[in-house]
C-alpha cells in the first residue's frame, strides 16, 4: 500500500456516542462543582470537593484509553505542538518559584491532562457531533443553572450570594457558554426557550463582563450564519434590527437608565470612579509579579496566594505565573487558532456549528480581562475556549495527502531515483 493510499483512505466514521461522552463531560462538570459545595463538607475548597472535581475533568480518560478506537485520526500541526510543548515546560519550571509548588505541580499535570482530552474528543469529532454534544452540554446546564437559582435567590442580593455558596461571576461565566450552546439547536424556538431563562439568570448575578460576553458571542454567531443565508432572512434581520434599532433610540432615556443601573456605571463601588471595582489595583500588583520573575513567572496558579487576591484578568495571571515565553506560547496558540476557526467559519459546511466556537471564543477573549484565568479547566465554558482554540491544530487527511505528493514529487527528482516510497 502506498503512503498516498493510506493516507487517502477514509478512517472509520467516528462513532455517534463519542458527541455524548463529550456532552456530558462538558455538561456534567458544573453539576460536580455545585453538587460538591452542597452536599461535601468542608470550608473553601476541601480535599473531597478538589477530588470530585478531578474525577470530573479526567473521568473521559477511562474512555479515551480502553476504547477500541484509541489510535487518534489526526496529527497536531508543528506550530501548535511546539507551543504546547513550551507552554508545558515553562509552567513546570514555573513551579520551582511557587509558595505551593505542590499544588502549581498538580494543577499542571491536571491542566495538561484537560488538553490532552480536549485533543482527543477534537480528533475523533464531526461537526454534526460537536452540534450533538453542545446540545447536550445545553440540556443538562441550564436545568442545573435553573434549579441552583430557585435554591440561592434572595430579592435584592446577587444570584451566588444568597447562601454565600458560589461566585455569582463564576455562575454567570458558566451561564455565557449555556447560552451559545442553544445556538445548536435548528428549531429556533427550541433554541430561545432554552436561552430566556440563562439571560434571567445572568441579570441576576449581576455579571456585566459575562453579559456582554454573551451579546458578543451570540451577535458573531448570528452575523456568520447571516452572511451565508438566504438573501430573505437577510433582509428579515436587516428589517428586524432596524425596528429593534428604532425602538431604542425611540426609548432611549429609558433604554439607557435601565443599562446604566445594570452595569452600574455611576455606582461608588462598581462604577467608572471605583477603577473597574478596583481592579486596576489588583492588575497592577499583578504586573509587579510579572517583574518579580519575568522569564520562569512566579507559579502556575500562584498569584492568588501572593496577592491574597485574583487578579481579575486571566492575560495578567498568566504572564505572571508563567513568565513572558511561556505566555507568548499560549497567546500564539490562542491567536493562530482563534484565526484559523474564522476560516474555518467561512467554509458553508462548517458555519452552523463553527460559528458557535468561533463566537464563544471571541466572548471569552473579552471575559478574560475580568476573570481570574486564561487557561483553566475547572468550568465547562473554559473547557469549550480550549476545544475552540484547538480545534484547528488538527492536520486534516486532505493536508497530509498534499504533503506526501509533494514528498513523492521531491523525490522523483534527478538523482533521487533509486529511492522509492512505497509501502507501510
Not at 473553601?44 to 479515551?64: K, R
Not at 455611576?266 to 509587579?288: I, L, M, P, Y
Not at 487578579?311 to 496558540?333: D, K, P, Q, R, T
Request: a positive charge.
Amino acid at each position: 500500500m502506498t503512503v498516498v493510499n493510506a493516507l487517502s483512505k477514509q478512517p472509520d466514521r467516528p462513532r455517534s456516542w463519542v458527541s455524548i461522552i463529550f456532552g456530558l463531560w462538558c455538561g456534567t462538570l458544573y453539576s460536580v462543582v455545585i453538587g460538591s459545595k452542597l452536599l461535601l463538607p468542608g470550608e473553601g475548597e476541601s480535599t473531597s470537593q478538589i477530588a470530585a472535581l478531578v474525577a470530573a475533568i479526567v473521568w473521559p480518560l477511562g474512555y479515551f484509553l480502553f476504547s477500541r478506537n484509541r489510535s487518534v485520526a489526526a496529527r497536531i500541526r508543528g506550530d501548535f505542538l511546539a507551543a504546547l510543548y513550551v507552554f508545558s515546560l515553562f509552567c513546570l519550571l514555573s513551579c520551582f518559584n511557587s509558595p505551593i509548588a505542590l499544588k502549581s505541580i498538580a494543577y499542571t499535570g491536571l491542566t495538561l491532562v484537560g488538553v490532552w482530552i480536549a485533543v482527543q474528543f477534537i480528533f475523533r469529532m464531526e461537526a454534526r457531533q460537536f452540534e450533538t454534544g453542545l446540545k447536550i452540554y445545553a440540556l443538562i446546564n441550564i436545568p442545573v443553572l435553573v434549579s441552583f437559582a430557585a435554591y440561592d435567590y434572595v430579592p435584592g442580593v446577587r444570584l451566588g450570594l444568597g447562601k454565600d455558596i458560589l461566585n455569582p461571576n463564576a455562575i454567570a461565566m458558566v451561564s455565557f457558554s449555556a447560552a451559545l450552546s442553544t445556538m445548536a439547536f435548528r428549531n429556533w424556538l427550541t433554541r430561545y426557550a432554552l436561552m430566556a431563562p440563562v439571560f434571567v439568570i445572568l441579570y441576576l448575578t449581576g455579571s456585566r463582563a459575562s453579559t456582554v460576553a454573551t451579546l458578543i458571542g451570540l451577535s458573531i454567531i448570528a452575523y456568520e450564519r447571516t452572511r451565508l443565508s438566504t438573501w430573505k432572512t437577510k433582509v428579515f434581520m436587516f428589517l428586524t434590527l432596524s425596528v429593534a434599532l428604532s425602538a431604542i433610540l425611540f426609548n432611549w432615556e429609558t433604554v439607557w437608565s435601565s443599562v446604566k443601573d445594570f452595569l452600574q456605571l455611576e455606582s461608588r463601588d462598581r462604577g467608572f470612579e471605583s477603577g473597574a471595582s478596583g481592579r486596576t489595583v489588583v492588575w497592577n500588583a499583578t504586573w509587579e509579579l510579572f517583574w518579580d520573575n519575568p522569564v520562569l513567572g512566579i507559579g502556575f496558579r500562584a498569584h492568588e496566594v501572593l496577592l491574597g487576591i485574583s487578579s481579575h484578568n486571566g492575560y495578567l495571571a498568566m504572564l505572571a505565573e508563567i513568565g513572558l515565553i511561556g505566555f507568548v506560547a499560549v497567546i500564539y496558540i490562542i491567536l493562530i487558532g482563534v484565526f484559523l476557526l474564522w476560516r474555518k467559519v467561512r467554509h458553508t459546511e462548517l458555519t452552523f456549528s463553527h460559528s458557535i466556537l468561533f463566537g464563544l471564543s471571541c466572548g471569552y477573549l473579552f471575559l478574560a480581562m475580568f476573570e481570574r484565568f486564561l487557561i483553566n479547566v475547572g468550568n465547562p465554558t473554559s473547557l469549550l475556549f480550549l476545544i475552540a482554540t484547538l480545534m484547528s491544530a488538527k492536520v486534516t487527511s486532505r493536508q497530509r495527502i498534499s504533503l506526501v505528493r509533494h514528498a513523492n514529487v521531491s523525490i522523483r527528482q534527478p538523482g533521487l531515483k533509486g529511492l522509492k516510497y512505497t509501502s507501510m
